[in-house]
């Protein structure tokens, strides 16, 4: 029988109870210390009412309580669903509706706010400082135990809770990092990511479960990422990309880092000039990873693919099956564009009450993304964006990721993102959204770039310039969003004058 999240924690604290297992805010956690905490707060939070499947909110921002938590709701085998602390109370309490959670656990300053504004249907829960003695693991929790509600919306804007059992968590730390990446017990990871994120909660539990020690970052900031993987000797970490995009216009001779074994870059994709200046300034086996919050790490890039297959995030993890297939589902050859679906053992369990939902993501055991790609003849997947994103002119397809390839290039372009807009007389056009790095920019060079280098179907009609692009806390751009505001854009105005 599997070990489940509780048990295999324990393991690690029994092995080595005087091991520094978390630190924050530079104060150190043992494990010893950690089992204790855990226990205290598992029995504090079963004297409230919490048991083996409650839902319950978790509103807490990165620290050492939210790490506590997520140890005491697997111990308890109760179900969290962790939410951003910022969120408006009208967002709370769609949460609450959605997860049907029982109980909002936070911190008391979060709690204040909460019971003034008369949050009806749930029990609210603060921190307790009593000790309680409480057994481990009475409820005998399995691993196929629901575990986390995430409440995602990705790049759609379409929340839908996630439901991930502690066996799905436990294999995206073993299968999906341990042992893709060769971690051992000596690791330093450092969290710098929102641990209402399924990312941050992953790196959370990685170093907990392999039995290594997790330097837990209140937020992300360059300056205290630098002076933490110098002054803690970090090993490894899952970077998102956004904030790699920011250190390593800042590293220097002055910033140690020799510690670093290994970068995973994840979340939304790196552009190869910024990928070769990770990997150059970095100076430590640098990979990219691909995957959907439903399923995890679909494709790695190694160190070795990024000096031969620099534009692509690598081939499918020996666990995994993936394909790319037609609108008929069937696979299509080498080079031939279609929808990513797989099958993984990292694989979440279903959308929290929406059977219909998970009917369609989920056919014969396949996930299907919504990620348009292609693979190579050696099986190198290459991202062409989401199938929903997908512009059709003139009945032929526009992919939005070939025409920001290009723009991105162009000097004076800090970033960009390609939507398709309804149009009156030509049905959908190419609208292009840029945001400027310096004055140096010039809208004619991107205009001569995509004349030079893109097919006339591929041509933007429009061109907007923008301060900022839409994104979301992981940094991914949200379409929905560029959609929305453009959404009665003339573009076509101009040409029709010049056809009457």
Same mark, same amino acid.
């Given at each position: 029988?599997?070990?489940?999240?509780?048990?295999?924690?324990?393991?690690?604290?029994?092995?080595?109870?005087?091991?520094?297992?978390?630190?924050?805010?530079?104060?150190?956690?043992?494990?010893?210390?950690?089992?204790?905490?855990?226990r205290?707060?598992?029995?504090?939070?079963?004297?409230?009412?919490?048991?083996?499947?409650t839902?319950v909110?978790?509103?807490?921002?990165?620290?050492?309580?939210?790490?506590?938590?997520?140890l005491?709701?697997?111990?308890?085998?109760?179900?969290?669903?962790?939410?951003?602390?910022?969120?408006?109370?009208?967002?709370?309490?769609?949460?609450?509706?959605?997860?049907?959670?029982?109980?909002?656990?936070?911190?008391?300053?979060?709690?204040?706010?909460?019971?003034?504004?008369?949050?009806?249907?749930?029990?609210?829960?603060?921190?307790?400082?009593?000790?309680?003695?409480?057994?481990?693991?009475?409820?005998?929790?399995p691993?196929?135990?629901?575990?986390?509600?995430?409440?995602?919306?990705?790049?759609?804007?379409?929340?839908?809770?996630?439901? &991930?059992?502690? *066996?799905? =968590?436990?294999?995206?730390?073993?299968? @999906?990092?341990?042992? #893709?990446?060769?971690?051992?017990? /000596? $690791?330093?990871?450092?969290?710098?990511?929102?641990?209402?994120?399924?990312?941050?909660?992953?790196?959370?539990?990685?170093?907990?479960l392999?039995?290594?020690?997790?330097?837990?970052?209140?937020?992300?900031?360059?300056?205290?990422?630098?002076?933490?993987?110098?002054?803690?000797?970090?090993?490894?970490?899952?970077?998102?990309?956004?904030?790699?995009?920011?250190?390593?216009?800042?590293?220097?001779?002055?910033?140690?880092?020799?510690?670093?074994?290994?970068?995973?870059?994840?979340?939304?994709?790196?552009?190869?000039?910024?990928?070769?200046?990770?990997?150059?300034?970095?100076?430590?086996?640098?990979?990219e990873?691909?995957?959907?919050?439903?399923?995890?790490?679909?494709?790695?890039?190694s160190? &070795?693919?990024? *000096?031969? =297959?620099?534009?692509?995030?690598?081939? @499918?993890?020996?666990? #995994?099956?993936?394909?790319?297939? /037609? $609108?008929?589902?069937?696979?299509?050859?080498?080079?031939?564009?279609?929808?990513?679906?797989?099958?993984?053992?990292?694989?979440?369990?279903?959308?929290?009450?929406?059977?219909?939902?998970?009917?369609?993501?989920?056919?014969?055991?396949?996930?299907?993304?919504?990620?348009?790609?292609?693979v190579?003849?050696?099986g190198?997947l290459?991202?062409?964006?989401?199938?929903k994103?997908?512009?059709?002119?003139?009945?032929?397809?526009?992919?939005?990721?070939?025409?920001?390839?290009?723009?991105?290039?162009?000097?004076?372009?800090?970033?960009?993102?390609?939507i398709g807009?309804?149009?009156?007389?030509?049905?959908?056009?190419?609208?292009?959204?840029?945001?400027?790095?310096?004055?140096?920019?010039?809208?004619?060079?991107?205009?001569?770039?995509?004349i030079?280098?893109?097919?006339?179907?591929?041509?933007?009609?429009?061109?907007?310039?923008? $301060?900022?692009?839409?994104?979301?806390?992981?940094?991914?751009?949200?379409?929905?969003?560029?959609?929305?505001?453009?959404?009665?854009?003339?573009?076509?105005?101009?040409?029709?004058?010049?056809?009457?």
């Amino acid at each position: 029988m599997k070990k489940n999240i509780i048990e295999t924690f324990l393991s690690n604290a029994k092995k080595t109870p005087k091991k520094t297992a978390v630190i924050f805010n530079d104060k150190t956690h043992t494990y010893e210390e950690l089992e204790n905490d855990v226990r205290n707060l598992s029995g504090y939070l079963e004297e409230k009412g919490i048991e083996k499947d409650t839902h319950v909110i978790v509103m807490l921002p990165n620290s050492y309580e939210f790490v506590v938590t997520m140890l005491s709701i697997a111990n308890i085998g109760a179900v969290m669903a962790p939410i951003n602390i910022t969120l408006k109370i009208d967002a709370i309490q769609k949460a609450i509706q959605t997860t049907h959670s029982k109980f909002i656990l936070s911190e008391e300053s979060i709690l204040n706010k909460l019971k003034l504004s008369k949050i009806e249907s749930v029990k609210i829960c603060s921190f307790d400082a009593t000790t309680y003695d409480y057994r481990f693991n009475k409820n005998n929790v399995p691993t196929n135990q629901d575990y986390i509600l995430a409440l995602t919306s990705g790049s759609t804007g379409d929340p839908k809770p996630i439901v &991930f059992t502690q *066996e799905t =968590k436990i294999n995206r730390a073993l299968l @999906a990092a341990r042992d #893709l990446y060769q971690l051992s017990d /000596n $690791e330093k990871i450092i969290v710098a990511s929102p641990l209402y994120h399924s990312m941050g909660q992953r790196l959370i539990l990685l170093p907990l479960l392999i039995g290594g020690v997790c330097v837990l970052l209140e937020k992300f900031t360059p300056k205290a990422w630098l002076e933490s993987v110098s002054k803690y000797n970090i090993t490894f970490t899952i970077a998102i990309a956004s904030h790699l995009n920011i250190l390593v216009k800042l590293i220097d001779d002055t910033h140690d880092l020799t510690s670093l074994r290994t970068i995973v870059s994840s979340s939304s994709l790196l552009e190869d000039d910024v990928k070769q200046e990770c990997i150059k300034k970095f100076k430590c086996d640098f990979h990219e990873c691909y995957g959907a919050s439903e399923v995890g790490i679909i494709t790695n890039l190694s160190p &070795f693919d990024c *000096e031969n =297959k620099l534009s692509s995030v690598g081939t @499918a993890l020996p666990f #995994l099956d993936m394909k790319i297939v /037609n $609108e008929k589902r069937e696979e299509v050859k080498p080079y031939q564009i279609g929808e990513i679906i797989t099958k993984s053992k990292t694989a979440f369990s279903r959308y929290y009450n929406n059977e219909e939902k998970t009917n369609e993501s989920v056919v014969d055991g396949y996930f299907y993304t919504a990620d348009l790609g292609m693979v190579d003849e050696e099986g190198y997947l290459y991202l062409k964006g989401r199938k929903k994103d997908l512009i059709i002119v003139g009945g032929t397809n526009v992919y939005p990721v070939d025409i920001e390839n290009i723009i991105s290039q162009v000097a004076g372009v800090k970033e960009c993102s390609v939507i398709g807009i309804t149009d009156s007389y030509f049905g959908e056009i190419i609208l292009a959204a840029i945001v400027k790095e310096n004055d140096d920019f010039n809208l004619r060079d991107v205009k001569i770039a995509c004349i030079n280098n893109l097919a006339e179907y591929q041509q933007p009609m429009a061109y907007e310039i923008l $301060e900022t692009l839409p994104k979301n806390d992981l940094g991914k751009i949200m379409k929905h969003k560029l959609q929305v505001q453009f959404k009665d854009y003339d573009a076509s105005r101009h040409l029709r004058k010049i056809l009457k």
